[in-house]
Each structure stands twice: as structure tokens, then as C-alpha cells.
């Protein structure tokens, strides 16, 4: 079923790169194009050490023999993409994206009368490193990657895709894209905006000599590490989700304010207990994922034609 596929990418950094390179080494006859914008050496070797078939200079007929196309840009240009492949594509053609929003290109695909060819996706893997460079194909294992079919998504693109994602290491688990734009805003965009917004605090208060800079390590570097993301991928994420991060952006706030009225009224149970709560549930967090709930999701119909 995914042998001697044809496999396209438009783009190729850290993720897709991993994904590649992951295919790849579990199945070698795979066709494996990717398109580029500029010539860019880091793909050139990757051509040159086998893990890529070929580099495209321009999204054309050469992308309509794909079985499988990989959009790995940022949100909004994925759905430029889209509108490029439409006249491109044959119909039995799987486009996937690998962006952190998902109900954007939902509603792109569903416009253009793509719903029968795209099953939105998400890898919940990365690093703050960026580029295939820093790509890995072990680097999605042990991961959660979610996917989000529309119901006109047939069983047969969806085990297609299934099949293929499985040399990733990662578990696939299906998910609704409006319930998964809100999961992703409070677990992933507002914590990446309070960690840039810190360092930025920081930043701009810190002493004329530097000591804030100077000294912070340990648990400020921590959490605040997903800071160095791409700022084109975070600008593009924050308008794709604003709703849900409006949301959830508000509900933290909110907890801050709760929390600076306790510690100016010096409440110290309530203080307490509010470490006491975060540490709790932090704790409770697993350290594995659960196949438990790969299969309470994946064993669900798509609700497909």
C-alpha cells in the first residue's frame, strides 16, 4: 500500500524534513520531491546524500504525479499552496499540511472543493532549532500527531496516510479542527506568546549593566526556550488562531490578575495552594503517550462519503 509511492513536499525546514527523512529510511523506492523557492544548500546535500529524489524551482505539472503531498510552510502560505495544487493534482491525491491551526485550511479546502483530497495534519514535535539541517527522522518518535480528515474524507486516503505516518514513530490520534485549534492554543500558542513576552520583559527592564541578561539561567532559560521559534511561523500561527488565543489569552490573564490580588492582600493559603494545584496537576501530566487514547480516537469512523 506505500510502496513506490510519489511523495511531494512544498517547503522542507525541521519538520517535514524529519518526516522525509523518516520515509525514507523505512522505504527507500519512495519518490520524494520537494519544492523550494531559492536554491538552498542544505537541500541540495540532502539530494546529494539520497534522502531526496529531486528539487523543484516552481509548483507545476511535475507535482501532478504525486500520490502524497507534505505542505510544511508557514499556515498562511500553506494555503496559498493549495490553491496552486488544485489544478495540478489527480483524484486520488492526499494533500496534508503539518501547521499547529488547522481550522483556516480546513475552510480553504473545504471553498475550493478540496475536502475528497485534504486531511489537515499536525506533528506535536519539534525543537527550537529550525531547517532541515537540524531535521531527524527519529524526531517525531514517541509523539502525538494529529490528524484532522473532513467528512469527505474516504477510509482509503485516510488508512493511505495511516500506513505512511507509522515509520515516524509518532501515534496518530484524529481530532475534530476546531477542538483541536483550541487544545493547540492553550497548550502551545499562548505558552510560546507568554515565553516571548517574558523575555521581552526582562529585556526591556533589564539593568544598565546587563545583570538580568547576565544572570539568567536555570528555570528562566526553561520556560522561556521556546522563545527562539521562528518569528515568521509564530506571527503567521497568531493570526491563523486568534480566536482561540484571544480565548484562552483572556482566561490567562485573568489568572494573573487573580493572582497579583492574593499576593498584594499577602493571602497566604491561597498562595500556597496555588503552587500546590499547578505542581499537582504538572505531576499528573504523562510522560509516554497513551495508547489509550490513539485508539479511543483512531478506531473512530471519519464520517467520510
Known amino acids: 500500500m506505500t510502496k513506490n509511492l510519489n511523495i511531494g513536499f512544498l517547503g522542507l525546514g525541521l519538520i517535514g524534513g524529519s518526516i522525509a527523512r523518516a520515509i525514507r529510511s523505512a522505504f527507500p523506492d519512495t519518490r520524494i520531491q520537494v519544492y523550494t523557492r531559492r536554491k538552498n544548500p542544505?537541500?541540495?546535500?540532502?539530494?546529494?546524500?539520497?534522502?531526496l529524489s529531486g528539487l523543484?524551482?516552481?509548483?507545476?505539472?511535475?507535482?501532478?504525479?504525486?500520490?502524497?503531498?507534505?505542505?510544511?510552510?508557514?499556515?498562511?502560505?500553506?494555503?496559498?499552496?493549495?490553491?496552486?495544487?488544485?489544478?495540478?493534482?489527480?483524484?486520488n491525491c492526499?494533500?496534508?499540511?503539518?501547521?499547529?491551526?488547522?481550522?483556516?485550511i480546513h475552510r480553504a479546502a473545504r471553498d475550493l472543493g478540496l475536502e475528497h483530497n485534504f486531511i489537515g495534519g499536525h506533528p506535536?514535535?519539534?525543537?527550537?532549532?529550525?531547517?532541515?539541517?537540524?531535521?531527524?527522522?527519529?524526531?517525531?518518535?514517541?509523539?502525538?500527531?494529529?490528524?484532522t480528515p473532513t467528512p469527505h474524507t474516504s477510509?482509503?486516503?485516510?488508512?493511505l496516510l495511516l500506513s505512511l505516518l507509522q515509520c515516524t514513530g509518532s501515534k496518530c490520534v484524529i481530532v475534530d479542527p476546531e477542538k483541536h485549534d483550541n487544545i493547540t492554543a492553550a497548550i502551545s500558542h499562548v505558552p510560546?506568546?507568554?515565553?516571548?513576552?517574558?523575555?521581552?520583559?526582562?529585556?526591556?527592564?533589564?539593568?544598565?549593566?546587563?545583570?538580568?541578561?547576565a544572570f539568567a539561567a536555570g528555570g528562566f532559560k526553561d520556560i522561556?526556550?521556546?522563545?527562539?521559534?521562528?518569528?515568521?511561523?509564530?506571527?503567521?500561527?497568531?493570526?491563523?488562531?486568534?480566536?482561540?488565543?484571544?480565548h484562552f489569552l483572556e482566561l490567562y490573564i485573568k489568572s494573573l490578575e487573580t493572582f497579583l490580588k492574593l499576593l498584594r492582600e499577602e493571602n497566604n493559603e491561597s498562595l500556597r495552594n496555588t503552587f500546590l494545584d499547578a505542581g499537582t496537576y504538572r505531576d499528573s501530566i504523562p510522560d509516554n503517550i497513551s495508547?489509550?487514547?490513539?485508539?479511543?480516537?483512531?478506531?473512530?469512523?471519519?464520517g467520510a462519503e
Open 124 to 147: 506535536m514535535a519539534g525543537s527550537e532549532k529550525t531547517g532541515y539541517a537540524n531535521s531527524s527522522a527519529a524526531l517525531l518518535e514517541n509523539s502525538y500527531y494529529l490528524l
Open 192 to 213: 510560546h506568546i507568554i515565553a516571548a513576552t517574558l523575555v521581552n520583559m526582562v529585556r526591556e527592564n533589564d539593568t544598565p549593566e546587563g545583570f538580568m541578561k
Open 94 to 104: 492526499i494533500i496534508t499540511d503539518v501547521g499547529s491551526v488547522k481550522g483556516n
Open 224 to 246: 522561556t526556550r521556546i522563545a527562539s521559534s521562528s518569528p515568521e511561523m509564530w506571527e503567521n500561527i497568531c493570526l491563523s488562531n486568534k480566536d482561540s488565543i484571544d
Open 56 to 91: 523543484l524551482y516552481d509548483i507545476d505539472s511535475e507535482l501532478s504525479s504525486c500520490d502524497i503531498i507534505f505542505l510544511c510552510a508557514p499556515v498562511l502560505k500553506n494555503i496559498e499552496f493549495l490553491h496552486l495544487l488544485k489544478p495540478l493534482i489527480h483524484e
Open 42 to 51: 542544505d537541500l541540495e546535500q540532502g539530494v546529494k546524500d539520497g534522502i
Open 291 to 302: 495508547d489509550k487514547l490513539t485508539n479511543n480516537f483512531t478506531d473512530k469512523k471519519t
Open 155 to 159: 477510509d482509503t486516503k485516510l488508512q
